[in-house]
Structures are given as C-alpha cells and as structure tokens.
C-alpha cells in the first residue's frame, strides 16, 4: 500500500546546499511547516549519520506552526570531481491524540500512517569572483568594531562636552559683562592698573583656550559617531 503525501512543507524542498569551503562545520537550515491542524511528529534520518549532525533531528511539529532543523556538515577533504550521493529523508505522521511516549508512536506506527520526503546534498565550493571580492572587501576600521558598550560611552561622553561648553560659554559671557561693568567704573574714577588688565586677559584667554580645547574634543567624538551610524 502506498504511503499516504507529505503533510509538511519543506523548504527547501528537493536538495539541501552546503558551500565550501569544507575546513570547518557547514550548516543548511530545513525548515518544516505544519499547516495542518494536527500535531505532526517528524524524525530526520540520513544516508551518511557520521558526517552531518541534525539538530534537531527529531520532534512534534504543533498545528499550523513550523521548525527550523540545522543539518551540520562535517569537515572533509572537498574533491570537486566526486559527486555527493549523500540523501536525507523527512519522516513524519499524525500525532495520537494521547500521544505520551514519542519512541513508542514510532514504534506502533503502522506503514499506512507514515509520510516521507526525500532530498539529496549538493557541495558548492565559492567561485573565484567571490574570493577575490571577498579579499577586495576593506577591513572593518577601529570604530566600526566598537561595541555596544563603548559607544554607549562615548555618547555619554560627547554629552557631557557639550553641557561643559555651554558651561564654559556661559561663564565666559557672564564674565565678559563683569569685565566691561568693571572697566567702565574704573575709567570713571580713573586709569585702571596695569596689573588689573593683565590678570582680567589673562583669564579671559585660559577660559577661551578650554572652550576651544572642548569644542575640538567634541568634534571628533561627533566624527567617530558619524561614521559608526553610517
């Protein structure tokens, strides 16, 4: 008797891809879905158990839901003129009602109740345009490697600039209007002191040079930021 048509949707349907190189794991993700409204129990099996583990290999799918399965290819030695006769098989039924014990629902599964769906594996090793763009591509800069917490700080660094320069402007305008209150009652009572002049410039000038040191500060900061949006 002929077993009854694949109940779930496998994406992708016919063949499972893995693109070399093969120095390390590979990974294809199957994605099942259950548009039914039953429960479906699956199990994934393969031609070739030493090479690939599947995570996971098997489950119950609920109703109208589906199921990401990672099949992990083990590193090999990749031979372009051998051609992969590895096959994955989809295994799935109704789940009972009053399923309790998933091994033994596949144990007392009777022919009639199972489905499958077959896929094969296909080996891609990246071509040439690939590898050279691959190495064309610019290394990642210093600031686009930041984390999350760095820039945190830094944005929290930039704002306390900024509210210490509009400090600093505001003292510096707060102090201007003193000065030129000062000058014009000294000039009423007479020539102001050499010495008072030079202290009240001097201050003027130290006060200048820590908005200007700030400001430049905060322009770079605003830069790195810049181009870790971009």
């Not at 499958?116 to 891609?124: G, I, N, Q």
């Not at 930041?146 to 509210?163: A, H, N, P, T």
């Not at 505001?170 to 007479?190: C, F, P």
């Amino acid at each position: 008797m002929a077993r009854p048509e694949q109940v779930l949707v496998l994406e992708p349907q016919h063949e499972l891809k893995f693109r070399g190189p093969f120095t390390d794991v590979v990974t294809a993700t199957l994605k099942l879905t259950n548009p039914t409204d039953r429960n479906v129990c699956f199990k994934v099996k393969t031609t070739a158990p030493r090479r690939y583990c599947v995570r996971p290999n098997s489950g119950v799918i609920e109703a109208t839901s589906s199921i990401n399965v990672s099949v992990m290819l083990q590193p090999f030695d990749y031979d372009p003129n051998e051609k992969s006769k590895h096959k994955f098989m989809v295994l799935s039924m109704l789940a009972p009602y009053d399923m309790t014990d998933m091994e033994g629902v596949w144990k007392d599964a009777k022919p009639e109740e199972l489905m499958d769906s077959k896929l094969r594996c296909a080996f891609e090793m990246p071509l040439e345009n690939d590898k050279a763009a691959e190495h064309a591509a610019p290394p990642k800069s210093a600031s686009a490697s930041l984390d999350d917490g760095e820039v945190k700080k830094i944005m929290e660094e930039c704002k306390r600039l900024q509210m210490e320069v509009h400090r600093l402007r505001e003292e510096n305008k707060q102090i201007r209007e003193n000065d030129g209150l000062r000058k014009r009652k000294v000039t009423s009572v007479a020539t102001p002191d050499s010495s008072i002049m030079s202290t009240l410039s001097t201050r003027d000038e130290g006060l200048s040079t820590r908005v200007l040191a700030l400001c430049v500060l905060f322009f770079v900061i605003g830069v790195i930021i810049g181009k870790l949006v971009l």
